[in-house]
């Protein structure tokens, strides 16, 4: 039999900052007066917020103005997350918002009810029933783009065997899973910010998610 | 020089953790205690966990410290993160590590290289960050001074002494800046922070680039470079408030 080598990558780009590259990309900003003015929140709620881990730091890009310094958040992502706050605030508290909305990758959590087969096997495949929002992210990402792309079950569930380690330590936010085929077998590599992995052609890139949209799709998704 | 050892053990009936005791010169290795006491000088080896640790001497410890109470009235030097229930400090405490606690009394000295997480903060005394960059805290008193290098984040901030930030946020900053004590002789008059961001903002004796609040009021001895108001406004006649934005109501002081 034939010696396989696996090999899970985790990688860095080092042409330019996650920043940067998240700054040139994300050109539709929101300033925080108009946050707050948008949305009727508070200058303390907003700090309050992001203190409890509810709004990732990640999200308040500083950017010089004529006025000295100016904060900008991502429109899209800051409007929806203030709204979800606004929300769910009277029936959670604040500690169980932050589980919800803005998980650690360590962070404990249970798998909704899946037909897929593959979320169904995680437990077994990691030997315990606890499982946490990096690897329940990176599962429900996989097993999407499993069925989109045909990728066969045993591949999957090795692949998620092999990834489970790396993702230790890795946070949520700001954090893509780019899966690839490199002959028969299937890769996955994660990368920070909006920067994409390069490879050369005899590579076969079957899709990318960030973990923290799986885990909110994952959420989401009907029970 | 005579040295003298004296390391006491009291294996407590409903504890089976020892109580240690350093009356004269002492090393404890890594590991968990009930009460840890130094009168002495000591040193703990690695990480150490005690129910409550209890400084008059010096103590060094090479690894962080976990306690639900830790007072020190001497001097102590740790060389990890420090976690307690509650800190009181009427000496000296450098923690090169960050620091996370319920509530902590400075009245003595404190440095801490890195971030702080607290939920009531009181300092009397002069509490230093210099690795970290934030303090965050539900609850903040500064009757002495606080010096970082980056953010203090509060749902209310209370100062009557000086605050050396780049950037204070919160709900409520209260900052009245005077000259008393001490500090007279060695800072000078006024706290100055760049920015200032709050719900309710009340200054005296502050000088700030930027202050963007809702509720605002700038004291005597206030110099603001750009401030930004969208609620009730009140400058006293001793500040100075270069540029002025926002859909403030301007009330006479």
């Known amino acids: ?9 985790v990688a860095e780009t080092k042409h330019c900052s996650a920043k940067e590259v998240r700054m040139e990309q994300e050109t539709d900003l929101i300033s925080k007066k108009d946050l707050l003015s948008e949305t009727g929140i508070s200058y303390g709620q907003l700090y309050r917020w992001k203190r409890e881990r509810l709004i990732p730091e990640e999200w308040f890009i500083k950017q010089a103005s004529f006025t000295g310094q100016e904060t900008f958040f991502p429109r899209e992502k800051i409007l929806k997350r203030v709204q979800e706050i606004l929300a769910l605030k009277e029936r959670h508290s604040l500690d169980e ?37 990096g690897e329940a992210a990176f599962t429900w990402g996989l097993a999407q783009i499993g069925r989109l792309e045909h990728v066969p079950q045993k591949s999957l569930e090795d692949l998620v065997k092999r990834t489970i380690p790396v993702l230790v330590g890795l946070k949520l936010v700001d954090t893509v ?29 079957s899709g990318s998610f960030t973990l923290e949209e799986a885990i909110s799709d994952m959420r989401a998704s009907p029970c | 020089m005579l040295m003298t050892l004296c390391i006491s053990f009291h294996n407590r009936k409903d504890n089976i953790m020892n109580d240690i005791r350093i ?16 009168d002495g000088v000591g040193r703990c080896k690695g990480d150490l966990r005690a129910e409550s640790v209890h400084v008059d001497g010096i103590f060094r410890c090479r690894g962080g410290i976990h306690t639900r109470r830790l007072d020190c009235d001497g001097v102590v030097r ?5 976690q307690a229930g509650w800190i009181g400090i009427d000496g000296m405490l450098r923690v090169e590590g960050s620091l996370t606690t319920e509530a902590m009394e400075c009245d003595g000295m404190l440095t801490v290289y890195g971030d702080v997480k607290a939920r009531e903060l ?31 984040s509060a749902d209310s901030i209370e100062a009557d002494g000086f605050i050396r930030a780049k950037e204070i946020v919160g709900e409520t900053v209260r900052i009245k800046s005077r000259r008393f004590g001490l500090f ?35 004291g005597r001895g206030c110099r603001i470079e750009r401030l930004d108001c969208s609620g009730n406004l009140r400058i006293a006649r001793g500040a100075k408030v ?11 002081e």
């Open chain 1, 1 to 9: 039999m034939s010696k396989q080598c696996y090999v899970v990558h």
């Open chain 1, 97 to 133: 918002l932050a589980g919800m909305l803005s998980p650690d990758a360590a962070t404990s959590m249970g798998i909704p009810a899946s037909d897929d087969p593959l979320l169904a096997r995680l437990p077994a495949l990691l030997g315990r029933d606890a499982v946490s929002a």
């Open chain 1, 177 to 205: 899973c780019t899966v690839y085929r490199l002959g028969s077998t299937w890769h996955a590599v994660f990368t920070r910010g909006s920067t994409r992995p390069l490879f050369d052609s005899g590579v076969t890139v």
């Open chain 2, 23 to 38: 009356d004269g010169t002492g090393t404890i290795g890594a590991g968990e205690y009930g009460l840890v006491k130094v």
């Open chain 2, 78 to 82: 740790m060389h990890g993160p420090l």
């Open chain 2, 122 to 152: 009181d300092v009397d005394g002069l509490m230093t960050v210099r690795g970290g960059t934030k303090i965050e805290a539900t609850k903040i008193t500064c009757e002495g001074m606080i010096r970082l290098n980056g953010e203090i």
């Open chain 2, 184 to 218: 007279a002789f060695v800072m000078r008059r006024s706290s100055r922070i760049p920015l200032i961001e709050a719900t309710t903002i009340e200054l005296q004796g502050v000088r700030a680039e930027t202050v963007n609040g809702q509720d605002v009021t700038i």
């Open chain 2, 242 to 252: 270069k540029t002025l934005t926002g859909g403030y109501t301007l009330h006479k």
